[in-house]
């Protein structure tokens, strides 16, 4: 399935999230729990040597330069090159009747780590991520013992040195894997795949499930999603498919987004077949500045026929589409052309309805198209109605068309504007937020 909404991660985007990320890895390794150490080994014409390594603390642990590079069809590769840490704990040993204890230091430099992580998406639809491969290698160990024998530390010390070196390059990888497993897997699945909307009767959602796993190129990870309004009370199938939703080859910005037409036409959908794209206009509607009242009387001017039949009475419209609207995108930005009947009614003395007269237009409609920091906002400006056609008689077609201006500029552009300004919502992970922002148009 051809998406209808795109996310594209470009290496700055990317080089942003290393930098938390690699945040909260330090952190995490600066808590790892090395295991006491115990062991025997002999010495040449000293004898059997037993010693102990207990109450190990791990005081620091620094991940001073590291990188993370696109691998195409594949994942994502961090680096770390020259961390270190610093160790200190108790030590005791016995070589025959000598025994002796004391602290000790230990520097641990030159730290290289290498991270794989492979992405994917689960039934849900979904991000995940988990680490496909990891090495460590440290260069450097020196460990500082304080005791009264000197001569006796030097003889086992490379021998702890080594024993570090295994447990840590062993244990930082196993805490690297916990941590993408225990903090990077849960924060991806913030990213929402249904985003519920209040749009107007609280009904709609959008759908921004991945309709595949996401995919690493040279320059960019890029994420197919199916970008889907819906109505959460009855889900029915769209009936148009999605078009090749292809971005522009720019990277200079960290994300990028991208609708198509299909995104914004099945919002259009949603709402027409959840019945919500329906609007009734009263003379109290109408503002004070307008010296107009929808009424029989002033309707009267170019329909004789309405004050013979009902003399006085306060009218209502009823505003509907008569099919989903359909938008078009261009370079000049985004349009439709809706059809609209409106139906007028003459409102009796004991408050029923008594249909007067049916008015079908077209109307030319532009959408602006704005971004805040989470939501992607828009705001519609009217045109002009144009052609249609009257049922229950041919009067004044013009006019009429005129005071449909009034009121689709004074009333019910305001009441869809109010609400398109406050946008819907962008799928974006939990504490991420957009700034200095740009919309383009393509075909």
């Excluded at 796993?213 to 029915?236: C, I, M, N, V, Y």
């Excluded at 029923?352 to 920091?373: E, R």
């Excluded at 109605?385 to 005071?403: D, E, F, K, M, P």
Aim: hydrophobic share 40%.
């Amino acid at each position: 399935t051809n998406p209808g909404f795109v996310v594209r991660i470009t290496q700055a985007g990317l080089d942003y999230a290393h930098q938390q990320g690699i945040a909260v890895l330090e952190k995490e390794l600066a808590r790892l729990k090395l295991p006491d150490i115990s062991g025997d080994f002999r010495i040449r014409h000293v004898g059997k040597v037993h010693y102990e390594i207990s109450r190990l603390d791990l005081r620091s642990f620094h991940l001073p330069y590291s990188r993370i590079t696109l691998v195409p069809n594949v994942g994502l590769q961090v680096a770390i090159s020259n961390a270190f840490a610093e160790v200190d704990g108790d030590w005791r040993v016995k070589i025959h009747f000598i025994r002796d204890r004391g602290s000790f230091d230990l520097k641990v430099e030159n730290i290289y780590i290498k991270i794989n992580l492979k992405l994917g998406s689960d039934a849900s639809g979904k991000p995940t991520i988990d680490t496909s491969d990891c090495s460590t290698h440290i260069s450097n160990v020196r460990v500082l013992f304080s005791g009264k024998f000197g001569w006796l530390y030097n003889l086992f010390h490379s021998a702890i040195e080594s024993r570090f070196r295994k447990i840590l390059e062993s244990e930082v990888c196993r805490n690297v894997v916990n941590s993408v497993r225990s903090e990077l897997q849960p924060y991806l699945q913030t990213l929402p795949v249904t985003a519920r909307i209040d749009a107007m009767t609280g009904t709609a959602g959008i759908d921004y499930s991945l309709v595949a796993p996401p995919t690493a190129t040279a320059q960019s990870l890029d994420a197919d999603l199916k970008g889907e309004f819906f109505s959460l009370e009855h889900r029915s199938t769209v009936p148009f498919p999605p078009l090749v939703l292809t971005l522009p080859p720019d990277h200079n910005r960290m994300v990028y987004f991208g609708a198509s037409s299909y995104f914004f036409n099945t919002a259009g959908f949603a709402y027409y077949t959840a019945g919500v794209l329906v609007f009734e206009i009263t003379d109290s509607m109408i503002p004070k500045d307008i010296d107009f009242h929808l009424n029989t009387s002033t309707f009267s001017a170019f329909v004789p026929q309405l004050e013979m039949m009902y003399p006085n009475m306060m009218m209502k419209l009823r505003l509907s589409a008569s099919s989903a609207p359909f938008l078009n995108i261009g370079p000049e930005g985004l349009s439709l052309k809706p059809v609209v009947d409106i139906q007028a009614y003459a409102i009796l003395p004991d408050s029923s309805l008594a249909p007067l007269f049916l008015l079908s237009l077209v109307s030319n409609v532009s959408a602006v198209i704005n971004m805040t920091s989470s939501h992607i906002a828009g705001n519609l400006n009217v045109g002009r109605y144009g052609g249609g056609a009257v049922q229950g008689g041919g009067w004044g077609v013009r006019t009429l068309q005129s005071i449909m201006n009034i009121v689709a500029s004074s009333i019910l552009l305001p009441r869809l504007n109010d609400r398109l300004e406050k946008g819907f919502p962008l799928p974006l992970p939990n504490r991420i937020r957009l700034y200095n922002t740009l919309v383009q148009f393509h075909q």
